[in-house]
């Protein structure tokens, strides 16, 4: 079956210790992309990546890290949390239309999502 | 990347077609228009994109004036399944950027 799998899909942690968030595809996708989510606030996005080593900010990329080793995994790293990043986190992936000559937009499938919360 | 704005929420009942616009003054000419659905503590889902005119598919029409600067998402004959936060976006291929969406109530 065609996903994006997420883990964990909840955590609980304190400030200050580091964790990560893996996420993985499996369907040879380029374009890969982690959102948080906040009531209120909508969908927003923290890092992107288009292809096997090229990773951007979105628009709230402070306080992640996020690393694009292999194609299939896209994994979030926050190196010290803290209260503020407690959130709803999806990760999302897509084939990357230009790079396959296409026209269009990237059209994005989700993960199930990560509930993380920081004390 | 042009900002969208949408109504942050609409009521509906069953049975009624919806109809949800976007205003996206500053699309550019490579921008598609893509909208999503989303339920409670799950990720967004695709529901249909388009560049200009109308496009259908299976569960919405989307019609996209000449000028291209909003959008209407047309969902026909909502059920209360259809209860979801909706949320279109102007994008290309890179920064994908979601706005707050449109909160769709269906009543019985």
């Known amino acids: 079956e065609a996903q994006v799998t997420q883990n964990p899909r909840y955590l609980i942690t304190v400030t200050g210790k580091k964790l990560t968030v893996t996420c993985s595809q499996n369907?040879?996708?380029?374009?890969m992309s982690w959102y948080r989510q906040d009531p209120g606030l909508g969908l927003r996005q923290i890092y992107y990546s288009m292809n096997v080593e090229v990773t951007d900010k979105g628009d709230v990329p402070e306080g992640y890290k996020v690393s694009r080793k292999e194609k299939r995994n896209f994994p979030l790293i926050l190196e010290s949390p803290s209260p503020n990043q407690t959130s709803l986190y999806f990760c999302?992936?897509?084939?990357?239309?230009?790079?396959?000559?296409?026209?269009?937009?990237?059209?994005?499938?989700f993960g199930a999502g990560s509930r993380l919360t920081v004390l | 990347l042009a900002k969208t704005t949408q109504p942050i929420s609409m009521d509906s009942y069953e049975g009624q077609e919806v109809n949800i616009t976007c205003s996206h003054n500053n699309i550019a000419t490579n921008d598609y228009i893509t909208w999503y659905q989303q339920f409670p503590s799950q990720g967004p889902r695709f529901i249909i994109q388009g560049y200009k005119t109308k496009v259908t598919n299976e569960v919405a029409s989307l019609f996209i004036p000449a000028d291209r600067k909003s959008s209407t998402l047309s969902l026909p004959r909502v059920s209360l399944s259809d209860t979801a936060v909706y949320y279109c976006l102007a994008t290309g291929f890179q920064k994908l950027v979601f706005g707050t969406g449109t909160r769709l109530l269906v009543s019985p």
């Open positions: 369907m040879n996708h380029e374009y």
């Open positions: 999302a992936s897509s084939t990357n239309v230009l790079a396959r000559g296409r026209t269009g937009a990237n059209v994005l499938t």
